[in-house]
């Protein structure tokens, strides 16, 4: 994986953030990733495992970043809508291994919010995800 083409930003003062960044600097085009949940591109869940889900939907971002000749060291953003924030505390070291699989080394800045359901009754979490692909395409 690439070197991200943005800069991280952490106040000199604070404790370097691990798995996410506290704010990204990028210049480019912006690509706005809607809601995925994780189900094939068919629109079918494989699995209603929550690590397993976690890898779709990563793998669905993925798919559609690169629509837009993006790829993951793009992304600046990632919120993620979980059902259990506990069960995703539960899993944070599956979900670490799943997420540097499919995404990389590049920990954007992220936001997690526990809801009270998603809109597909199967789904155990939901991510957006917002990506800046340099003017000069690196």
Known sequence: ???????????????????YA???????????????????????FESDDFVDQVRQVLRNIVAVLAE???????????????????????RLPDLGAVYRDEIGRHYPAMALVQVAGLVEDRARVEI??????PEDGR
């Not at 957006?128 to 692909?133: D, G, I, M, Q």
């Open 128 to 133: 957006e995800a917002t990506a800046v692909v």
């Open 1 to 19: 994986m690439s070197q991200s083409p943005h800069e991280f930003l952490n106040p000199k003062s604070w404790k370097p953030a691990r798995g």
């Open 22 to 44: 506290n704010g990204v600097a990028a210049s480019g085009r912006m690509v706005f990733v809607g809601g995925m949940v994780g189900w094939t591109g068919d629109q079918q």
């Open 68 to 90: 837009a000749d993006a790829r993951p060291e793009h992304l600046v953003r990632l919120t993620w809508y979980v059902v259990d924030k506990h069960e995703y505390l539960a």
